[in-house]
């Protein structure tokens, strides 16, 4: 499998999954935009790619803004020439029943986890569509289709992100553009390392593979979606949870 001379951008890649799916397509040999709203995070992966000898480029960028998805777009097709794969990964949580939840936080949600990822999708469409080929992967979670006490906010925009995915694939498949979410079950990342012991021990039972997966075992799927082997897949949300919901 390689992505030699694909040119990819990962959203939210300073950290977590983003960071795991940045360094896989790296190693793989595409030249990687590593896209964060934290620059300092997004800078230090990307230094840390071309420390292994691979090829990537920092860029500061707040996905639910409209217009700096299309500034970070222009920039990366002015710099690399085009844009191959887009992983839209960037996502938040704010926590709280409904009753609970401020009416901020389940904007605030939204706009980023799927707001943003409609923005990326506008900004990068008219490039690859010109090229006439594509891959965008936008990641979704298994939230989204189970939905989970306290989490209103992440499980909707997780679940948009879904009907996003198919509305986009249909639009842009003629294209040559293909669009797949992928659907992560528990992936120890800093957006989970806060939760305790005995709701880790609680989700293990609930696994079939009785582990808590890897941001690795996601960007595993990721680069497989974006590469040549991955291209007659379009429209699909993937679950990648160990075995958890099916
Ligand atoms: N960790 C899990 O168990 C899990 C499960 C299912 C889905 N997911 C999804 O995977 C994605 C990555 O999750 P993670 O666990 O690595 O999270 P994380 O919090 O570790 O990392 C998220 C990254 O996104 C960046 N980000 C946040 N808001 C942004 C914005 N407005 N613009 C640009 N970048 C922004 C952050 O700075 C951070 O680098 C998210 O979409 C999340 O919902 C995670």
């Not at 989490?151 to 639009?171: D, F, H, M, P």
């Not at 992560?184 to 800093?190: D, M, R």
Request: aromatic share 4%; proline share 2%.
């Amino acid at each position: 499998m390689t992505l030699e001379g694909k040119r990819a951008v990962v959203t939210g890649g300073g950290q977590g999954i983003g960071r795991a799916i940045a360094l896989k397509l790296a190693s793989l040999g595409a030249h990687v935009a590593v896209a964060d709203i934290n620059e300092k995070s997004a800078r230090d992966v990307a230094d840390e790619i071309t420390a292994a000898g691979g090829a990537a480029t920092a860029y500061r960028v707040d996905v639910s803004d409209h217009e700096e998805t299309a500034g970070l777009m222009k920039d990366v097709v002015e710099a690399l020439g085009g844009v191959d794969i887009l992983v839209n990964n960037a996502g938040i949580t704010r926590d709280n029943l409904i009753l609970r939840m401020p009416p901020e936080d389940w904007d605030l949600v939204l706009r980023v986890n799927l707001t943003g990822t409609f923005n990326c999708i506008r900004a990068a469409a008219r490039p690859m569509m010109s090229q006439r080929s594509g891959r965008i992967i936008n990641i979704s979670s298994i939230i989204g289709q189970v939905g989970n006490i306290g989490q209103a906010n992440y499980a909707a925009s997780k679940a948009g992100i879904v009907a996003l995915t198919k509305t986009a694939a249909r639009e842009l498949g003629a294209r040559g553009i293909t669009v797949n979410a992928v659907a992560p079950g528990f992936i120890e990342t800093p957006m989970t390392e806060s939760l305790s012991e005995k709701v880790r021990e609680d989700f293990t039972t609930k696994i079939l593979l009785r582990r808590l997966g890897a941001p690795e075992d996601v960007a595993n799927l990721v680069a497989f979606l974006a590469s040549d082997e991955g291209d007659y897949i379009t429209g699909q949300t993937i679950n990648i949870d160990g075995g958890m919901v099916w």
